[in-house]
């Protein structure tokens, strides 16, 4: 899961998760890709095609519209990391999805400038005075 931000100002939450929204979302995905002969890689990087990183970066599309182009490298040899511009219900689980990788785990860990950092799971904190969305 990772960073969530909890609002009552819908103009906020319009600005975060709006159609329009250009607020950057990053998260960290862990990734599996399943081979033809029933085997699960560990060390995907190695044998995961560029061409289909290259799709993912700009190239596919959920429910017949085109995605906007995204950031996507490799964090380590079985983890993606991904910046989007956009949220599209389960987006980034579809997007792997289509060029062969299954996600095994996905957190947020920054939204906008506001960052995840060393929080606790389950432990919440107010904005920053320089966090501003």
Request: aromatic letters at 6%; a positive charge.
């Given at each position: 899961m ?14 975060l ?10 998260y ?82 920054r939204?906008g ?7 606790p799971?389950g ?5 920053g ?5």
């Amino acid at each position: 899961m990772g960073l969530l931000v909890l609002t009552q100002d819908g103009r906020v939450a319009r600005q975060l998760i709006g159609e329009d929204s250009g607020t950057e979302k990053e998260y960290l995905v862990r990734v599996s890709y399943p081979m033809p002969q029933g085997d699960v890689l560990v060390d995907v990087q190695k044998v995961f095609p560029a061409a289909q990183l290259a799709r993912l970066r700009h190239g596919l599309s959920l429910d017949g519209q085109p995605l906007k182009p995204a950031l996507v490298d490799w964090q380590n040899p079985e983890q993606l990391r991904f910046v989007l511009t956009e949220g599209k219900k389960r987006q980034i689980r579809r997007m792997c999805e289509q060029v062969g990788l299954k996600v095994v785990g996905l957190k947020r860990i920054r939204i906008g400038r506001v960052v995840l950092g060393q929080l606790p799971v389950g432990q919440w904190r107010y904005l920053g005075p320089h966090e501003r969305f």
